[in-house]
């Protein structure tokens, strides 16, 4: 038995926050025809923190699209590139309103695309269409001018002013939610400094959502066909990672642990505890995974 998990990068070890990966993975795993722009996607778990919070330090930029519209996703795409440009001064978010109909009633949505933008909590400019990146670019300079000074800004906390200028574009990158570029940037600073927290559990997880959404969509129908095909029981334990469906990840390939034996047995429990590495320690799920996993093999 599962149960709700708000985001996947809640329980994620790390300090960084993987929630807008997590979101773009599921939106891509139940959509695999559509493509997912950048930005953290919204939804009504996360509406509060990453749109009414969140825009009380920053402000926030809401795409409400449609993967019926291509237009719209391109739109959110070129936002993306912007927020990645500017590195956190204000924060991209993006609203399925196919999805979450309701977080879209909640805008006023009459076309998509529609585009809000927020600061404390409140509206304060919106247009509809599609715009040029120049235009944009305007809309976007505006909403800093008007904005600044008024809120509290990311880089007012004490926080902020430690970190370093590739720690923040590192960051940036996962905001706008450009995998490859954040991977690559995480990975320049683990090179440098491989004893990185951050760096390092922010490695490990981005290659581990670039993983697990290359999988097909029925990965876990193909691995219940086949349980003792571990490359299908892998796939399959992914996707269920991705659906937070965290426990039965992990019971698939125990079971697969106990039915293997010699190298394969290595190989299987040597992804579950790659998988145990995604979460913090004390998640109750992982320590009942160890120690299922331990009994397994003694």
Request: hydrophobic fraction near 45%; avoid cysteine.
């Given at each position: 038995?599962?149960?709700?998990?708000?985001?996947?990068?809640?329980?994620?070890?790390?300090?960084?926050?993987?929630?807008?990966?997590?979101?773009?993975?599921?939106?891509?795993?139940?959509?695999?025809?559509?493509?997912?722009?950048?930005?953290?996607?919204?939804?009504?778990?996360?509406?509060?923190?990453?749109?009414?919070?969140?825009?009380?330090?920053?402000?926030?930029?809401?795409?409400?699209?449609?993967?019926?519209?291509?237009?719209?996703?391109?739109?959110?795409?070129?936002?993306?590139?912007?927020?990645?440009?500017?590195?956190?001064?204000?924060?991209?978010?993006?609203?399925?309103?196919?999805?979450?109909?309701?977080?879209?009633?909640?805008?006023?949505?009459?076309?998509?695309?529609?585009?809000?933008?927020?600061?404390?909590?409140?509206?304060?400019?919106?247009?509809?269409?599609?715009?040029?990146?120049?235009?944009?670019?305007?809309?976007?300079?505006?909403?800093?001018?008007?904005?600044?000074?008024?809120?509290?800004?990311?880089?007012?906390?004490?926080?902020?002013?430690?970190?370093?200028?590739?720690?923040?574009?590192?960051?940036?990158?996962?905001?706008?939610?450009?995998?490859?570029?954040?991977?690559?940037?995480?990975?320049?600073?683990?090179?440098?400094?491989?004893?990185?927290?951050e760096a390092k559990g922010a490695v490990?997880?981005?290659?581990?959502?670039?993983?697990?959404?290359?999988?097909?969509?029925?990965?876990?129908?193909?691995?219940?066909?086949?349980?003792?095909?571990?490359?299908?029981?892998?796939?399959?334990?992914?996707?269920?990672?991705?659906?937070?469906?965290?426990?039965?990840?992990?019971?698939?390939?125990?079971?697969?642990?106990?039915?293997?034996a010699g190298d394969d047995r290595t190989?299987?429990?040597?992804?579950?505890?790659?998988?145990?590495?995604?979460?913090?320690?004390?998640?109750?799920?992982?320590?009942?995974?160890?120690?299922?996993?331990?009994?397994?093999?003694?």
């Open positions: 038995m599962t149960r709700p998990r708000p985001s996947i990068a809640g329980s994620l070890a790390g300090a960084v926050d993987l929630s807008a990966l997590k979101q773009r993975a599921s939106q891509s795993s139940a959509s695999p025809g559509s493509e997912q722009p950048g930005g953290v996607e919204i939804t009504e778990a996360n509406f509060e923190a990453e749109v009414l919070v969140r825009s009380s330090q920053v402000p926030v930029v809401v795409v409400l699209w449609s993967p019926r519209s291509d237009a719209s996703a391109q739109l959110a795409n070129t936002l993306a590139e912007l927020a990645s440009a500017d590195a956190g001064k204000w924060s991209l978010t993006t609203v399925n309103v196919d999805a979450v109909p309701r977080v879209a009633q909640m805008f006023g949505v009459q076309a998509v695309p529609t585009v809000v933008a927020l600061a404390a909590g409140q509206p304060i400019s919106s247009f509809q269409g599609v715009q040029p990146a120049d235009q944009l670019r305007g809309w976007i300079d505006s909403l800093l001018n008007a904005t600044a000074g008024k809120l509290s800004g990311a880089a007012d906390s004490e926080e902020a002013e430690q970190v370093d200028p590739e720690v923040a574009q590192a960051r940036a990158h996962l905001d706008a939610g450009d995998f490859d570029a954040a991977l690559k940037a995480y990975q320049t600073i683990l090179d440098a400094r491989p004893n990185h927290a490990r997880q981005i290659a581990f959502l670039q993983r697990a959404t290359a999988h097909r969509p029925d990965a876990v129908a193909v691995a219940d066909a086949a349980p003792d095909d571990i490359e299908a029981a892998f796939a399959a334990a992914d996707v269920e990672i991705l659906q937070q469906q965290v426990t039965a990840a992990f019971d698939r390939l125990i079971a697969l642990v106990k039915r293997t190989k299987v429990r040597t992804r579950l505890i790659e998988l145990f590495e995604l979460f913090d320690p004390a998640d109750p799920e992982v320590i009942a995974g160890r120690r299922n996993l331990a009994n397994a093999l003694y």
